[in-house]
């Protein structure tokens, strides 16, 4: 038990994160004028949420190789990422955008590559 809490609760920790930075009923000043500013955020944003995931699933399916546990820490992402811009078309000031998504998907990669690159560097 300590060892699923200590892989998978950063994960649950930072996915309550981000749905709580989505519970902000004002967008970020300025945004409107900008409407592609908010992609780098989105990509920064679920950068930690990949190296995460992919952290808890090497963990907890040791005898899986990268491939497999960097396609479900994606559809993890995916997931959250979808889910998370579901939730913001209830959240007043705020909208929905499957590129908001397709950021949060580029984000989860990014984070999975500097987890792999670190985790199989050798001391």
Do not use: N
Request: charged share 15%; hydrophobic share 50%; aromatic share 16%.
């Amino acid at each position: 038990m300590r060892k699923w809490l200590f892989l998978w609760a950063p994960v649950a920790a930072y996915i309550a994160f981000i749905f709580w930075l989505s519970s902000a009923p004002r967008p970020i000043p300025g945004i409107r004028q900008f409407p592609w500013l908010d992609k780098p955020l989105h990509t920064l944003e679920y950068a930690p949420l990949g190296a995460l995931l992919s952290r808890a699933l090497r963990h907890s399916l040791p005898s899986k190789g990268w491939r497999i546990v960097q396609a479900l820490a994606l559809i993890g992402a995916v997931f959250v990422g979808s889910a998370d811009e579901f939730y913001q078309r209830f959240v007043p000031l705020r909208f929905s955008s499957i590129w908001d998504t397709v950021a949060d998907c580029a984000g989860a990669l990014f984070g999975q590559a500097f987890y792999q690159r670190r985790s199989q560097r050798t001391p």
